[in-house]
């Protein structure tokens, strides 16, 4: 465990950053009910009978808008899950690649940091 860091500070942050990252998800999508690991653009409902051509494809639109919405959070969901399990594990701060700490900056401006500057 890195004695130069405030751990509980990042763990904060990290929660903090998790929970909204979780409400933008499930406003754009839900979890995958075959893999809890996933998530899944929600698409819009609508009586396709009964809809015109322009309709339909603004909702094609929309749905594929928010499937590249999500797979942005998505990722930065599971960094952030990532980050909250190396804390427990004690190995959080420490770059994936080359095994260094990563810097107190950096750390500062994403907490979910992988890797140090040298290896991002």
């Not at 754009?28 to 653009?41: F, H, I, M, S, Y």
């Not at 819009?44 to 590249?68: L, P």
């Not at 107190?104 to 140090?116: E, I, P, V, Y």
């Amino acid at each position: 465990m890195r004695n130069d860091i405030d751990v509980n500070y990042f763990k904060t942050k990290l929660e903090e950053e998790l929970s909204l990252v979780e409400k933008e998800l499930n406003s754009v999508g839900r979890k995958n009910p075959d893999n809890k690991l996933d998530w899944e653009a929600e698409p819009t409902e609508m009586n396709i009978e009964s809809a015109d051509s322009n309709e339909i494809a603004d909702n094609i639109e929309e749905y594929e808008g928010n499937t590249a919405v999500l797979k942005e959070l998505e990722i930065r969901y599971n960094d952030i899950k990532n980050a909250l399990a190396k804390i427990e594990n004690g190995t959080y701060g420490i770059c994936e690649i080359g095994g260094e700490p990563i810097e107190k900056d950096r750390l500062m401006a994403n907490q979910a940091a992988r890797t140090c500057k040298v290896h991002m």
